[in-house]
C-alpha cells in the first residue's frame, strides 16, 4: 500500500498565475481532504471531498477549488495566485466514517514568487 | 468554534530526559484525537490516535492521553533521544462537520 502519495513535491509559480496539484488517497479511503500550512503554523482546513463533491469548506477564498474523480484521487486548483499562498498544500485521506485514523501525503511545497 | 492550543510552543531538553508535550482543546464533540510527528519540509507521521472513547494509546517510548471532560491530551516521552527532535502536532477530529483541526505545533529539540 502506497499510502497517500502527493505530486508534485515541489513547485515555483509566479504571482497571477495558476496551479494544479494532486492526491491519490490510501487504498481503502473515499474521503480526500485539502491543508493548507503555512511556515511555522498549524496545517488549515480547506475543503473535503466525498462522492465526487465538495462537503465542507474552511475558509479559503473562491480562487482555491477543488475536484475529486471516480476512482477518489483529488486535485486541488489556486487561480490568480498571491505570494500569501505559498504554504506546505497537505492532502488526508480517510475513510467515510469519522472515527478512523486520517492519514496524510508527504505535501506538496508550492512557492509563489 | 474549535480551538486547539499546544504548550510549550518549543522546548528543549537534553538526551534522555523523559518529557511531556500538552494539548487543550475547546470543543469535546470529537471522534478523535491524534498526534502527528513533523520533520522540517516534510509532511505529517500519525504518532498515536486516541478515540473519543478511550483515555490513552501507547506506541513504544510514546503515551498519549486523553481527557475528553477537560479537554486536554498529553504526549509522552520517555527516554528521549536526539531522533526524536520535530514539531510535534496534537489534532482533534470535530464530531459535528468531520474537520480536523490542527494546533500549531510543539517544536521539540533534543540536546545530545
Known amino acids: 500500500d502506497a499510502g497517500v502519495t502527493q505530486s508534485p513535491t515541489h513547485l515555483i509559480k509566479t504571482r497571477g498565475q495558476q496551479v494544479t496539484l494532486r492526491c491519490s488517497p490510501k487504498?481503502?479511503?473515499?474521503?480526500v481532504s485539502w491543508y493548507q500550512q503555512a511556515l511555522g503554523q498549524g496545517p488549515q482546513f480547506i475543503f473535503q471531498?466525498?462522492?465526487?463533491?465538495?462537503?465542507q469548506r474552511g475558509n479559503f477564498p473562491d480562487r482555491f477549488s477543488g475536484h475529486q474523480f471516480p476512482n477518489y484521487s483529488s486535485e486541488l486548483n489556486v487561480n490568480a495566485l498571491l505570494l500569501g499562498d505559498s504554504a506546505l498544500y497537505l492532502c488526508?485521506?480517510?475513510?467515510?466514517?469519522?472515527?478512523?485514523?486520517?492519514?496524510f501525503g508527504q505535501g506538496t511545497r508550492l512557492t509563489v514568487v | 468554534k474549535q480551538e486547539v492550543t499546544q504548550i510549550p510552543a518549543a522546548l528543549s531538553v537534553p538526551e534522555g530526559e523523559n518529557l511531556v508535550l500538552n494539548c487543550s482543546f475547546t470543543?469535546?464533540?470529537?471522534?478523535?484525537l491524534q498526534w502527528f510527528r513533523q520533520d522540517p519540509g516534510k509532511g505529517l507521521t500519525s504518532l498515536l490516535l486516541?478515540?473519543?472513547?478511550?483515555r490513552e494509546q501507547t506506541s513504544g517510548r510514546l503515551n498519549a492521553s486523553l481527557d475528553k471532560s477537560s479537554g486536554r491530551s498529553t504526549l509522552y516521552i520517555a527516554a528521549s533521544q536526539p531522533g526524536d527532535s520535530a514539531t510535534y502536532l496534537c489534532?482533534?477530529?470535530?464530531?459535528?462537520?468531520?474537520?480536523?483541526?490542527f494546533g500549531k505545533g510543539t517544536r521539540l529539540h533534543i540536546l545530545p
Open positions: 470543543d469535546s464533540a470529537i471522534y478523535n
Open positions: 486516541i478515540q473519543s472513547s478511550q
Open positions: 489534532a482533534v477530529r470535530r464530531w459535528r462537520d468531520d474537520k480536523i483541526i
Open positions: 488526508a485521506s480517510s475513510p467515510r466514517t469519522g472515527i478512523t485514523e486520517a492519514f
Open positions: 487504498s481503502g479511503h473515499d474521503t
Open positions: 471531498y466525498y462522492e465526487e463533491e465538495e462537503r
